[in-house]
């Protein structure tokens, strides 16, 4: 199939970017997204044009890189999933596509594609872990954790930091990032000692970013490809309320 | 005294102020609706009611002082939260689709600051009378029960709803309050931390249920006016304390 696309243009942080229109021929419905910007990316270089930049790893969808706005949806129109396990299946034949960066002050533009996300390790940094003491490894057994618990921790745990709920918030804001970041912790009995420090130092760090605010709107709950629920912003308050009035 | 000043900063904390003085005007909300509703129970009731409202003395200026702190509050952190809001994308998209958010969610600030807009028309109206004077001086009344004579708040919102621009404007910002409610409300209690299943049941369809409420009981009463539910009260000849001149006739009694 033939598809016109529309993509972002940005020679590094400080240029002014550009849409540059590409037509691209022979896309095969099997293709992921990834394989046709790859296949477009042949083209150019044959051509000796820049190629388009950019992020991706795993390819897996499990690595959180591939982060791009695709015809205003963050990671393409299919629910759940990333931008490397999206099929050019869910595209027709002489579609347009239109291709993005993120948009947010706190993500700025690196390259074409790729947007600099380290305010989001910056935010982990700041209270994103758990401190355990070194030597043996403690039995597994001697730690019980409810059922519910274990799999909430683990849903929430399921973020992938790849920016689609700020990319998709109206606010750009990291509520729903920050939010899995603190609930996944804050489930488990290792995350207790630290549970209340931990809240207040990722939202101390996610305002100093300069992300916008959670209005409630729960885009970045549809925009996320994993499912992580808005659940975890109401926890996170709570966590916040908790440790600021009885901390 | 930093950590106090940096909780007093982060958005959470402005998102709990603004949640918290939200659900305070929308309880004021409710008792301004119901006490409204004596429109139509008569002019006796109604005017009663209001009576007796002022009456309250210094209690009326605890809830006004309140009211006026709520709004301030809530005014103030949409600013501040508006503004990071922007400043956080200073380049929009190209195209961008919403994905799951409410029309209602996303015009947050616009309907807010119709609302805004709409209560100082309303205080203007009904509240200092500068808006339509001559309605809102309309007369006295003469309570059935005392004999007093109180300000005939009946027949001023009768002859004020009788003229069809006032009605619309009324209608008009009652839509951009339901909007405005049906979001806020459930957002509030999110904000405010409600997890519990059970409670999230409730507060997530208390927004919409809310708007709908405010939207037939508030519009009841223009409505009612216009389709000739609510009659006016014959004229009487008492004239208000609340009307400057009196003139001063045997019918008449001024304090």
């Given amino acids: 199939m033939k598809l016109s696309l529309k993509i972002w243009r940005q020679k590094n942080k400080n240029s002014e970017g550009i849409f540059k229109n590409y037509v691209l021929s022979d896309v095969s419905p099997d293709m992921s997204f990834l394989e046709m910007l790859d296949t477009l990316n042949e083209q150019l270089l044959s051509k000796n044009e820049d190629p388009v930049a950019f992020d991706h790893d795993c390819r897996e969808g499990i690595c959180g890189s591939c982060s791009m706005m695709i015809n205003g949806k963050p990671h393409g129109p299919e629910s759940k999933t990333t931008t490397c396990q999206l099929h050019m299946r869910k595209f027709k034949d002489g579609d347009e596509v239109i291709v993005e960066p993120w948009r947010a002050s706190a993500f700025p533009v690196i390259r074409d594609l790729v947007v600099d996300r380290s305010a989001f390790d910056r935010i982990i940094q700041a209270g994103g872990f758990v401190s355990v003491n070194t030597g043996n490894a403690q039995d597994g057994n001697t730690l019980p954790i409810p059922k519910p618990d274990a799999d909430a921790a683990m849903d929430a745990a399921a973020c992938i930091g790849c920016g689609a709920c700020v990319a998709a918030c109206k606010n750009a804001s990291a509520m729903l990032f920050t939010a899995a970041k603190v609930s996944h912790l804050g489930y488990l009995p290792q995350g207790q000692p630290e549970r209340q420090r931990r809240v207040l130092k990722m939202v101390e760090q996610m305002d100093n970013e300069g992300f916008g605010n959670c209005t409630n709107t729960n885009d970045c709950e549809a925009a996320c ?21 009885f901390g | 005294m930093s950590s106090l000043l940096q909780f007093l900063r982060s958005t959470v904390f402005t998102k709990i102020v603004m949640a918290i003085t939200g659900l305070l005007i929308i309880g004021f909300l409710i008792g301004h609706m119901l006490g409204n509703l ?99 001086h309309a007369g006295g009344y003469r309570m059935e029960s005392t004999g007093e004579i109180v300000h005939h708040v009946y027949n001023m919102v009768v002859a004020g709803f009788q003229n069809p621009y006032i009605s619309i404007s009324y209608i008009l910002a009652l839509i951009f309050l339901s909007s405005h409610v049906s979001h806020a409300t459930t957002s509030a209690f999110h904000t405010l931390g409600v997890m519990n299943p059970n409670a999230k049941k409730i507060t997530s369809k208390i927004g919409p249920a809310l708007a709908g409420l405010f939207l037939v009981g508030y519009l009841s009463i223009p409505i009612g006016v216009m389709i000739g539910v609510i009659k006016k009260a014959p004229d009487q000849k008492y004239v208000s304390t609340m009307t400057k001149d009196c003139p001063d006739t045997p019918d008449c009694k001024c304090e």
Avoid: C
């Avoid at chain 2, 129970?41 to 005017?47: F, R, S, V």
């Avoid at chain 2, 002082?65 to 939260?81: N, V």
């Avoid at chain 2, 996303?106 to 309303?122: D, E, K, N």
């Fill in chain 2, 38 to 136: 004596l429109m139509f129970a008569g002019p006796e009731k109604i005017n009663a009611y209001a009576l007796g409202l002022k009456n309250l003395g210094p209690l009326l200026w605890l809830v006004r002082l309140g009211m006026i702190a709520a709004f301030g509050l809530h005014i103030w952190s949409s600013i501040q939260l508006a503004y990071r809001n922007k400043m956080a994308r200073p380049v929009q998209y190209d195209t961008k689709k919403s994905l799951k958010s409410t029309f209602a969610s996303r015009t947050m600030l616009v309907s807010g600051l119709a609302i805004l807009f709409f209560v100082i028309y309303h205080l203007l109206h009904y509240t200092f009378g500068i808006i339509q004077p001559n309605t809102y």
């Fill in chain 1, 225 to 245: 490809p994993k499912g992580i629920s808005v659940h975890n912003i109401a926890r996170l308050n709570r966590d916040f309320l908790k440790a600021k009035l």
